[in-house]
């Protein structure tokens, strides 16, 4: 039967209620096909982490989405993989992601953008990593697939991280360096720390550490080695552990030094470097430019332009260290 002569045998008013209906029908899911087609369209961000989720530092990259107006769900896609401090399931948990078809990699550090490098060949990359900048350049170049990042230049900081370590330690001379051999940057890093050392007179002693279960033996050994100092080359693994280094530290009545302030945050004596928080927000802004059609290989691994001493009164108290005035007066933050 005809559409004309299917009005005709309804008869002229029902017929077209009938219509309308029809009509209206039609129209209502137009939108709803619309926003399932911007739905598929939406861009997909892999993320992976190397710590917990409540890690205080990623909260900046969540904060700096939100300031470019990306709200997970409407407009964005966020897959989250969480390694929890076991840096082991890196590459298993980049090949997931990668299997999800993510439009960009955001990874944190060598262990990280190693991870991301074996899993894929076409996904850009950014990762944040707190290494020789000359070292990460190089790891950046040939990634194995289009990437960029951010650096925290940690490495570039050992001589002032010896020299604060003279103020608050009278007559210091043997520093212990407490690092992650596993994580391929550290050892050039020492090496800076002993170029760094000898321009102080200083002596630096290397103390290896790659599972938790050997820093307790770690510490002991700096005991015995008549270490007055220490200080720690952060990594993921460091900063995973920072409380049970920061509570060895102050059990073997070290004096520590850390690049990042969530060491003195959880009890350690001080810290010095770029904030982390604020990497992971400047991160957040590569995230989006790749989105929009940015290359990685248009955007130039960034530096940062500020560092924070933090100084933490109650640890130097238990240590039995009288903090300069002059020191106090200089820390972005004192906890009392």
Not at 63 to 83: D, F, H, P, S, T
Not at 226 to 248: P, S, V
Not at 270 to 290: F, N, P, T
């Amino acid at each position: 039967m005809k559409w004309r002569d299917f009005i005709t045998l309804l008869g002229g008013a029902a017929a077209w209620q009938i219509v309308g209906l029809f009509v209206a029908f039609s129209i209502a899911l137009v939108p709803l096909a619309a926003n399932a087609q911007q739905a598929g369209k939406l861009p997909r961000l892999g993320w992976l982490g190397n710590y917990l989720p409540t890690f205080p530092a990623y909260e900046g990259f969540r904060e700096g989405l939100r300031e470019l107006g990306y709200v997970e769900g409407k407009n964005i896609i966020i897959e989250a993989r969480w390694a929890e401090g076991n840096l082991d399931r890196l590459p298993g948990l980049a090949r997931e992601l990668v299997r999800l078809n993510v439009d960009v990699l955001y990874v944190g550090g060598d262990q990280g953008l190693r991870a991301a490098k074996q899993a894929t060949g076409t996904i850009p990359i950014v990762v944040l990593a707190c290494d020789p900048l000359d070292s990460l350049i190089v790891s950046l170049a040939r990634p194995g697939g289009s990437a960029t990042g951010l650096t925290c230049i940690s490495s570039d900081l050992a001589g002032k991280r010896l020299e604060l370590l003279g103020k608050l330690v009278s007559g210091l001379s043997h520093v212990a360096v407490l690092y992650n051999p596993e994580d391929m940057n550290k050892v050039p890093e020492y090496r800076l720390m002993q170029d760094a050392a000898r321009k102080l007179s200083l002596t630096v002693q290397a103390f290896e550490v790659s599972d938790p279960s050997q820093l307790g033996a770690a510490f002991t050994s700096m005991a015995h080695a008549h270490a007055q100092a220490l200080t720690i080359l952060a990594d993921a693994f460091m900063n995973f552990h920072a409380k049970r280094i920061a509570d060895l530290a102050l059990r073997t009545r070290l004096p520590a030094i850390y690049g990042f302030r969530e060491f003195p945050d959880v009890g350690g004596l001080v810290s010095y470097g770029a904030s982390l928080r604020e990497e992971h927000k400047l991160a957040a802004q590569y995230i989006d430019k790749i989105f929009k059609g940015a290359k990685p290989s248009d955007l130039p691994v960034q530096q940062p332009t500020k560092f924070e001493l933090l100084l933490n009164l109650k640890t130097a108290k238990a240590l039995g260290l009288a903090v300069p005035d002059n020191l106090i007066a200089l820390a972005d933050e004192v906890i009392e």
